[in-house]
């Protein structure tokens, strides 16, 4: 499992990459329901969960989860699946994502069903 963390003034981001079939499932039970999940399109790739974590502020002392993802941060998961895959080589590569309340795990380790049609870009 490779996990990165990037801190920024109000939340911390953290994305979270399965690097075999059991850490994909592992990380999307771990997940919260808005956490972010993208996977390659077409291939069998990791699992990456990009997961913010919100800082109390000064101004009122509560803490409120961002559910809102960029796409530099969408990218960098893109970029972290590919570069952890065999198909780290090819150009132009189409990765599916969606919030984990999108998706079920089924019972074959990996394998996931996605309930909703997911977003996709290239990468």
């Known amino acids: 499992m490779k996990v990165v963390k990037e801190e920024g003034e109000y939340y911390d981001t953290i994305f979270t990459l399965g690097s075999n079939a059991k850490e994909n499932h592992e990380i999307i039970k ?3 329901k808005e956490d972010m ?3 390659l399109s077409d ?3 990791g699992h990456c969960i990009i997961s913010k974590i919100p800082k109390k502020t000064d101004d009122d002392n509560k803490s409120t989860k961002l559910n809102d993802y960029n796409l530099k941060e969408i990218l960098f998961a893109c970029s ?3 570069e952890n895959s065999k198909y780290k080589n090819l150009k ?5 994502y969606t919030n984990i309340k999108n998706i079920k795990i089924t019972k074959n380790p990996g394998e ?3 309930l909703k049609k997911p977003n996709l870009i290239n990468y």
């Open 30 to 32: 771990d997940s919260d």
């Open 37 to 39: 999940w993208i996977h």
């Open 43 to 45: 291939f069998p790739s």
């Open 80 to 82: 972290m699946i590919k």
């Open 92 to 96: 132009n590569l189409k990765f599916c």
């Open 112 to 114: 996931v069903k996605i």
